[in-house]
């Protein structure tokens, strides 16, 4: 990676959010990264340039957000893709047809939709398990086992994975260990430290923060997997343009800040959702009640605003849904506004029945994504829509 001025003194992650990746601009001393918007650049002569040759193999705006996320997860290497599943989708093609993959069974349903039914076709070979008991994760291991996948805390039901055990576990078997760390960020988790090898990002989400780009994010520590990752990027073509690495480098300057507010009205509502008796039950990882509430405060340093709940009944839910006025029915999370959605009808829709219900994914659940507008005003939405509910 290229020595940003003054990165020995940049430690702390709010600080990284705001300065790292950054190097100043050459012409006219810009203090933001500007925006490289060009597909190639002059060359002085044949094999001679200035580092770039073609705006898919590297571009200087698309480099200082791989510097910074990179910075953030604590990791040497950054890849940005052009969604989240491409991101997914380069990952998976780190390996070869007849490999193994064992992933947890409640993974981003757009994530398991990929490694079912286009992965599988061409050779590899899924289990999912209940990643939050790591025993589960050791005993879907086989010699060919190639990849564990692991979602922490996982979308919708927010089940945690004990990522030292589970990396431990890859390591034993000469995996890789690949974590989905969107929900957490590199705020409130990072999962190199714990063993990993490769952290993916929906950038999409909270690292932009304001819903208005699509991407994706891979971080590496080591050398040689960085190039495999390098090479794929370059070569399958699934990079964003220089516009939404801009915005997305926007975003993660206010990330520290953002998620604090995040956590903090997750953490209200939350509370304040157990004691609703229209609600039977709230799955948030900052809850007490929550079963890995230890492994949250043990591996997170703060539990986020992603918060799912069950109503008892699909007719409660559709009526809450479409009833909040600040909360907004909408896909996607983590953007400065609130959403609510409906997993089993939006995000999670190409996950069989069956397999949603097996891991408690009913029709009548329904999801939050929690702002960083005025708790009390949220508070009050839900409460006229759960009474309106029925």
């Known amino acids: 990676m ?3 001025a003054g990165e020995d003194l940049i430690r702390r992650l709010a600080t990284r959010a705001v300065h790292a ?12 990264a500007p925006i490289y918007q060009t597909s190639t650049y002059v060359q002085q002569g044949l094999g001679k340039h200035k580092g770039y040759e073609y705006a898919r193999t ?8 791989e510097r910074n996320i990179a910075a953030l997860e604590g990791g040497r290497h950054g890849f940005a893709f052009a969604s989240g599943l491409a991101a997914v989708d380069a990952v998976l093609k780190l390996l070869s047809q007849g490999d193994h993959v064992v992933s947890g069974e409640n993974v981003y349903g757009g994530t398991h939709r990929q490694m079912t039914h286009i992965w599988a076709r061409h ?15 050791a005993a879907a291991v086989t010699p060919r086992t190639r990849m564990v996948y692991a979602e922490t805390p996982t979308n919708p039901m927010m089940r945690l994975c004990d990522l030292q055990a589970v990396a431990a576990i890859a390591r034993g078997a000469g995996a890789l260990c690949v974590v989905d760390n969107t929900f957490a960020t590199p705020c409130f988790q990072r999962p190199l430290e714990l063993g990993a090898d490769v952290v993916l990002h929906s950038t999409t989400k909270y690292l932009n923060g304001h819903s208005d780009m699509v991407g994706g994010m891979l971080v590496v520590n080591a050398d040689d997997l960085a190039e495999q990752i390098g090479f794929i990027q370059n070569a399958s073509g699934a990079v964003p343009g220089p516009f939404d690495c801009w915005l997305a480098l926007r975003g993660t300057k206010t990330l520290a800040l953002r998620m604090r507010q995040h956590d903090a009205n997750g953490r209200r509502i939350a509370d304040w959702l157990t004691r609703h008796p229209k ?14 509430h230890d492994l949250a405060c043990r591996q997170m340093s703060g539990f986020g605003g992603m918060i799912s709940i069950e109503l008892g009944s699909v007719e409660r839910a559709r009526h809450l849904v479409e009833r909040t006025k600040i909360f907004a029915l909408a896909e996607s999370l983590g953007g400065v506004e609130s959403l609510i959605g409906h997993p089993a009808s939006m995000t ?5 029945p069956e397999m949603r219900r097996a891991m408690g994914l009913t029709d009548s659940l329904v999801r939050l ?5 005025d708790v009390d005003d949220l508070i009050a939405d839900l409460d006229q829509a759960l009474e309106a509910a029925g």
């Open 123 to 137: 050779g590899l070979e899924f289990s999912f398990v209940d990643a939050a008991d790591a025993a589960n994760v």
């Open 279 to 292: 609600v039977s039950q709230v799955y948030y990882p900052g809850l007490p009640s929550h079963p890995q």
């Open 58 to 65: 590297s571009n200087p705006t698309r480099e200082a957000l």
């Open 348 to 352: 999670h829709a190409s996950v069989p």
């Open 2 to 4: 290229t020595k940003v």
């Open 21 to 32: 990746g950054h190097i100043a601009d050459p012409l006219a001393g810009a203090v933001m």
């Open 369 to 373: 994504s929690v702002g960083i507008e």
